[in-house]
């Protein structure tokens, strides 16, 4: 199966529209991580990302026939623009299917590049079945964005590439997962050549199909697919792709999205460039794997796997960043309700910076703060803050990995509302478009009162709602029922400790 690979990807024909991408030391995270980081630049290609080299080059195996029929894809991000721009080079007419949610960056960037988009059904998954039926009516070829060989070999001219241009010695190579094109393409020429080198795929914790197939040695469907990083949203990994993954991929790491928000950081201070959260897994796969294994003096290859981010999403990075760096901590602090409480707890606090305060009066008794606090991984951890707190007589919950707080919390608080009774907290996500909140509202209906709604644009293709319902306890049984007719993925945060504290 590898000679085959390898054979295939000498014999791409992906120069005639990709670059040959350098390689980038990244000295401040070398520095940092006491290992050799060095960043294989795939955002530099002309279309922001690796998939114009798999688009093109299985443009590039199809008959003259089936080039002037035409293409079709469904696909709402870096592979429609690879194909665009390849079929465009080719003179091939090429039809994109994007889901209706698609931002419209993206959107304009396909059309740009001389493809006809067709936006079909609010999710994926339609997008993709109208794409097959447009091959049955129109006889168009289907361009899978990574489950083909052709596909998987375009891909694996990046490693052709890391191989020629770094011959020194290699400890491994960290890749994206999605659909596991790239990381396939990877594994098969370095475990053919130089199999020694470790190949380490990269996926966020909610989004991890390789992870879950490899666990379950077969192909298994998430359930649910996490959205932060767009560019590998994939609920299952690729027939073709596993096939290499399970044997040639070391090992995959996951990573959250905060650590996700920090490796786009990362990747900025070293090289003043911004990727996208798909992008930047290799780097945040890196900084687990040192901080697991404690390892110095490796070298370590990430891939820099595209930078089409969509720029209002980079308050939300920006915001998350340092979370992710376990330079802050978001803490909820109880203190009593009397005058001098403030200036002892900031005394507790000392030198270190306030990142963020929230307070509201609740009762008499006590107060319960919301409170950001600048801390460091290695010189001021977050355990010792809390740890000093709670000495001092303040008690603490920490609150940093905590996702209704991160995302909800943190911009509501101001008190509790004593005569609302009988409140269901709902966390939710929906596919976002001009009047995407009114269609949620619409779809919650006017069963049961809302008595709390908190709704942030972070510049994504979902949008994300948390909502209290007031629902008599002898209809709580109802609730599944009606929130599966609505469609939208959510989660029940009635016992979150953060929504207790604050806002219950």
């Not at 001389?114 to 168009?140: I, M, N, T, W």
């Amino acid at each position: 199966m590898l000679e085959t690979y390898v054979k295939k990807i000498l014999c791409s024909r992906v120069y005639d529209v990709a670059v040959e991408t350098p390689i980038h030391p990244a000295p401040f995270l070398s520095e940092r991580l006491g290992n050799t980081v060095l960043l294989k630049r795939e955002d530099l290609q002309p279309v922001f990302s690796f998939k114009i080299r798999g688009a093109y080059n299985k443009l590039a195996q199809l008959t003259d026939e089936q080039r002037a029929k035409g293409v079709v894809a469904a696909s709402a991000g870096n592979h429609a623009q690879g194909l665009a721009y390849a079929a465009r080079h080719m003179g091939v007419k090429a039809t994109i299917v994007m889901p209706r949610t698609t931002p419209e960056i993206k959107v304009k960037a396909v059309r740009a590049r001389g493809a006809r988009v067709v936006l079909h059904g609010d999710a994926f998954d339609e997008a993709l079945a109208y794409s097959q039926k447009l091959v049955k009516e129109k006889g168009f070829t289907y361009i899978h964005p990574y489950d083909d060989p052709d596909t998987i070999a375009g891909q694996g001219t990046v490693a052709m590439e890391i191989l020629r241009q770094h011959q020194g010695h290699i400890d491994a190579i960290f890749v994206p997962v999605g659909g596991g094109g790239l990381a396939a393409g990877i594994a098969a020429y370095v475990k053919y050549l130089r199999p020694q080198i470790k190949v380490i795929g990269v996926e966020p914790t909610e989004a991890a199909c390789l992870k879950a197939a490899m666990d379950a040695g077969e192909r298994v469907v998430l359930s649910q697919v996490g959205l932060f990083a767009d560019g590998v949203a994939v609920a299952q990994i690729g027939e073709h792709t596993f096939e290499v993954c399970r044997h040639y991929v070391d090992e995959v790491i996951t990573v959250s999205t905060d650590e996700m928000c920090a490796a786009i950081k990362d990747i900025y201070d070293d090289t003043r460039s911004i990727c996208e959260p798909a992008g930047c897994l290799g780097v945040a796969g890196i900084k687990k794997y040192v901080e697991r294994e404690g390892c110095q003096g490796q070298v370590l290859i990430a891939i820099d796997s595209g930078a089409n981010i969509n720029f209002d999403r980079l308050r939300h990075v920006a915001e998350r960043a340092e979370l992710g760096e376990q330079r802050e901590a978001l803490l909820a602090v109880t203190i009593p309700e009397r005058p001098g409480s403030f200036k002892a707890f900031c005394q507790a606090i000392g030198k270190r910076a306030i990142t963020e305060f929230n307070y509201r009066y609740h009762d008499s008794g006590e107060a319960h703060i919301f409170v950001g606090v600048q801390t460091h991984p290695e010189l001021d951890p977050r355990g010792a803050l809390v740890q000093q707190l709670c000495d001092q007589g303040f008690p603490v919950l920490d609150l940093t990995d905590n996702e209704l707080a991160k995302l909800h919390i943190r911009h509501m608080v101001g008190g509790h509302a004593a005569q609302v009774t009988d409140e269901v907290v709902l966390r939710f996500e929906f596919p976002e478009r001009p009047g995407a909140l009114f269609n949620f509202l619409n779809k919650l209906g006017g069963r049961w009162n809302i008595s709390m709604f908190h709704y942030r644009n972070h510049g994504a293709a979902w949008g994300r709602v948390v909502a209290g319902l007031q629902v008599p306890e002898d209809e709580r049984s109802q609730v599944p029922e009606a929130l599966a007719s609505i469609g939208y993925p959510y989660w029940d945060e009635s016992d979150n400790p953060a929504y207790r504290l604050f806002l219950g």
